[in-house]
């Protein structure tokens, strides 16, 4: 008896613990949460790891004003926290923060002992990384909203709507600038930094892709390479790899350092255009006879008849102060005279060349008949000095008369002093009587 009053107990609470595992394990057992009738019928039951038949209301996280903290190996790696205008997502390591009293903020991982993310201010985002910030972290989560840092290490977007891709210790500091990457990087007052090493783009709306060491201070500055430095509003400068600066202080201007030299391409297979040689001062053009076609004769002696007729003056142009002078002709004038060229408002370089050639050829057949006409007429007073009579020919028209006896020239020099002094005496005897 006393061994069967033992066994009892035993069995029922054996049968106890089988209907309770039982019930646990199984959630359409169970019933429905009393305390919130709105609850999905499977709320009070446990989630299992084996799946889990849920309804249209189901949904797994707090019914509190309180975060949920999903652990890892017991340490958190994920926090959600609740706020009224939109919650916050911090993941990543357990000491990544969003400062109190900002919203809508992310951080999407990364973090380490010592270099943690954050975001301080509202709808701020650090995609991974560590180290790095969101937000200017000052006692207002509102006047840098919507900074992003891609990722990167100690990386800092401070301002409204600034975005750092990524990179190590770059800073976006003014609203709206970009920091794609790179290294040491800062864009300020809606300017966007591509990447590279220690390039600070300052100047509103402000532009470097890249290289080391370049500035773009001036308002729609633009520089890129080595060591360019966009002062001025409107430069655009561009340095090559020499370790000097190449500055641009002047509004709207261009400058470029290319000690390897400039070459500009006017077709897609790079066979016409101009370059500035290495160390040069001056342009030149492609002249490759192989690049030519429909060659045409020029008569030069034309081409200076019509240069002569072309007005050269000097004037300057509106754009420029009226001290600024310049000579030349006009495109209208240039092309009714010889028409080449693309237009009538433009004169290329390379058509003027060709005129001032042309015409210089022209004027070299006169001056070669000239010199025969001259060097005939040497001829000509060197026999008439000697006295030696000399006969023209059919083909002489190097003087319009003969003299067909000889004359000292002496004695004409006289005669001809003789006779202008007669006339002279009776010019003066005239005068006289009136």
Known sequence: ??????????????????????????????????ANPNLAPEAAAPWTVQGNSISARSFLGTTNNKALIVKVNNQRVLKLEPKTTSPNIIGGYKDNVVTSGAYGATIGGGGAAGWTNGVTDNYGTVGGGYNNQAGNNNSDPADASYATVGGGISNKAAARYTVIGGGFYNTASGDYATVAGGNSNTANNSATVGGGYSNNADGFYAAIPGGYDNGANGYYSFAAGRRAKASNQGCFVWGD?????????????????????VYFYSSSDLSTGSYLAAGSGSWSSVSDRQLKNNFAPTDGREVLARLTQIPIATWNYKTQDASIRHIGPTAQDFYTAFAVGEDD????????????????????????????????????????????????????????????????????LTA???????????????????
């Open 345 to 412: 408002t433009h004169i290329s370089t390379v058509d003027a060349d060709g005129v001032a050639l042309a015409a210089i050829q022209g004027l070299y057949e006169i001056v070669r008949e000239k010199d025969k006409q001259i060097a005939a007429l040497e001829t000509r007073v060197a026999a008439l000095e000697k006295g030696t009579p000399r006969e023209t020919t059919a083909n002489d028209d190097s003087l319009a008369f003969a003299v067909p006896f000889s004359i000292p020239l002496a004695s004409l």
């Open 416 to 434: 001809a002093a003789l006779a202008t002094g007669v006339g002279l005496g009776r010019y003066v005897q005239r005068k006289k009587q009136k």
């Open 1 to 34: 008896m006393k061994t069967q009053s033992k066994s009892v107990p035993v069995f029922v609470a054996i049968a106890f613990m089988t209907f309770a595992l039982v019930w646990m394990l199984n959630p359409m057992a169970q019933p429905t949460n009393a």
């Open 241 to 261: 790899a020499t370790d000097a600066d190449i500055t641009c202080n002047t509004d709207n201007r261009w400058r470029i350092r290319a000690s390897g030299g």
